[in-house]
């Protein structure tokens, strides 16, 4: 898989579940207190973490584009 391949996947995944986190019903739940709150704080761990991993898969998209373009630039 590609690095544009997997950030897509990343940002797919990051979409989702940040759809969850804004949910009523994933709200309600938490506000009920019919899971453990703690479940809110780990679904912000998992969008932060994913995060971080999506801006090192952007790293890597931008150094192979820099040197795909200084590739291009030398011929």
Same mark, same amino acid.
Request: charged share 25%; with cysteine; net charge negative.
């Given at each position: 898989?590609?690095? &544009?391949?997997?950030?897509?996947? $990343?940002?797919? =995944? ?15 739940? &938490?506000?009920?207190?019919? &899971? ?7 679904? @912000? ?9 999506? @801006? =090192? ?7 192979? $584009? ?10």
């Amino acid at each position: 898989m590609e690095p &544009i391949e997997i950030l897509k996947q $990343f940002n797919s =995944c990051y979409l989702k579940i940040q759809a969850i986190a804004q949910d009523e019903n994933w709200l309600l739940l &938490i506000a009920d207190k019919k &899971i453990d709150p703690e479940a809110a704080t780990h679904l @912000g761990d998992v969008l932060h973490y994913l995060t971080e991993a999506m @801006g =090192c898969v952007e790293e890597i998209i931008e150094v192979k $584009f820099n040197q795909e373009a200084e590739e291009y630039n030398q011929q």
